[in-house]
């Protein structure tokens, strides 16, 4: 911490209880404490890019997969032939009522893709849609991924469940320093890579993550 902070006064605005874990993680230190919140805030930023980068390849990797599978059967848009239960569907009349009341014309589809969540995306590719979107359709999103069409999609679910997971603590400015981020960036570039090998290495070489780990302040 600069000296020019009050560690006890800072403290206080950040409340003791959200520093708890900090606190705990070195020795009731409150100056190593509060170091290790500010890289938490950085972590958490690199975080959030990671997954950002991540969720655009994998969620137009899909729309492309979805896109030809209604073709296929007739439909130029996949949106009113999604075979999904009521939490998907919700989600998406939500995406769709929120650009509707936009009064979106150009780039219709592309703005509904982008308005849906990441867990949404991971929503599709779970098991009670094996036979209905993952075999005839969502494998093909992720080429590069197990040979092994079942093993591939609890893999990438798998990877979208963790990625979720530690998206959504980073948005929430919770504690993520006791989590294990190299796995999450492995995670994520894999991810990215199923889709294709050049976007998995776009995320190994500009993700902000390994060089904020680098970075985690030592305990004194």
């Not at 170091?35 to 938490?40: E, K, Q, S, V």
């Amino acid at each position: 911490m600069s000296t020019t902070i009050e560690p006890d006064s800072l403290s206080r605005l950040l409340t003791r209880e959200r520093l708890r874990s900090y606190l705990s993680a070195t020795g009731g230190d409150l100056s190593a404490a509060l170091r290790l919140y500010d890289w938490n805030i950085r972590a958490s930023a690199s975080v959030m890019a990671t997954v950002a980068m991540v969720e655009v390849v994998v969620r137009n990797a899909i729309d492309v997969q979805l896109l030809a599978w209604a073709r296929r059967r007739g439909e130029d848009s996949w949106f009113e032939i999604l075979p999904v239960e009521t939490r998907g569907a919700a989600d998406l009349d939500r995406a769709l009522i929120a650009v509707e009341r936009r009064g979106v014309c150009a780039g219709f589809h592309d703005q509904v893709v982008a308005e849906l969540t990441l867990g949404f995306w991971r929503y599709l590719v779970a098991q009670r849609y094996l036979t209905s979107l993952w075999v005839p359709a969502l494998n093909k999103a992720f080429p590069l991924g197990y040979r092994d069409l079942r093993e591939r999609r609890r893999g990438v679910e798998a990877h979208l469940s963790r990625l979720t997971y530690v998206r959504n603590r980073a948005a929430h400015h919770e504690p993520i320093h006791r989590r294990d981020l190299r796995t999450d960036l492995r995670s994520a570039v894999e991810l990215a890579t199923w889709v294709n090998a050049d976007a998995g290495e776009w995320v190994a070489t500009r993700s902000p993550l390994e060089s904020v780990l680098m970075r985690r302040p030592r305990p004194r």
